[in-house]
């Protein structure tokens, strides 16, 4: 029997919806530094990452729910989804949300820029077949130049107060960092074992995440708690929409175009942060860190091979 070859608008439709899915995690994601910030007015750190994690895992249990889709019975498929959980979100949530008492939102985003730079180191050493190859090399070294114009070492030198904000920067590459090890696990142990979607895998992800921080939670997160109607709606924001379906999305799009192609939404991330980090919170950048995070952009747009040099052709002689 044969099958007739799929129709233009079944291709285009697939793309446009993980296209949108891109889109809507640059934006819920740049405007989730907003929402941490806003969180810790009332929450300690670990009180931000832990509400994050348990309204997110609510809301991915709802769609579950209401879908009626069923839960993976593949332990293996659920031992790889816990080492992920711990790097995609409790580590990271606990470093972002400590960094945030110390940094405006809009750093802590261009701070986030580095996932993909990240994704690539951390690739070139757990997935041996994928060495890096000298414009990779280049592009790294660019983006640790980046990173290092965003720190501003001269001004470290000449303010006490700006030396102070080092562990902050420290704690939000190490996020990052962690960011790069999951999307490279996902990428070894998860992606093409199993047959369940995007939305099962989130909310198992999430799910066991939150998990981890509540039986954390009694050791790092019984500080006293100041609630009012902005940190509310901010947690409620940051959890269903920030880990909840923007984690539906990045899966989607982490299965489709791969873990440093899906890790390039924080070109994107930097832009929203820092405009409503301006707007909302009157944070103001010095110059070098935007310089910092479009010179990492480069670096990753140089290591990914989408920014080269055209080579003039030569003339050939009869």
Known sequence: MSVAPPSTSALVRPSKRVLFAYLGAALIWGASFLFM?????????AQVA???LVLGALTLCIIMLV???????????WAHLAVVSVFLCVAPFLLFSWAGQFLPSGLSSILNATTPIMTL????????????NGLQVFGIFVGALGVAIVVGPWRILGDPAILSSVPAQLACLGATLCYGIAFVYLRKFVLGTH??????ISAVEISLAAVIMLILSPFIAMQPVSLDVTVVLSMLALGALGTGVAYIWMT??????GPTAASTVTYLTPLVGVVLGILVLGEVLHWNE????????LGILVSQGKLRLKRRARPVSV
């Not at 910030?37 to 750190?45: A, E, H, I, V």
């Not at 989607?252 to 175009?257: A, G, L, M, Q």
């Open 37 to 45: 910030k806003t969180g810790l007015s009332g929450l300690s750190p």
């Open 290 to 297: 935007p310089l910092g995070g479009v010179i990492v952009v």
């Open 252 to 257: 989607t799009i982490v299965d489709t175009w």
């Open 50 to 52: 832990l509400s994050r």
């Open 67 to 77: 879908t009626r889709r069923r839960w993976p019975r593949e332990r293996r498929l």
């Open 121 to 132: 180191a951390v690739g070139a050493i757990l997935l041996p077949k994928e060495r890096l």
């Open 195 to 200: 047959g369940y979607d995007a939305v099962v």
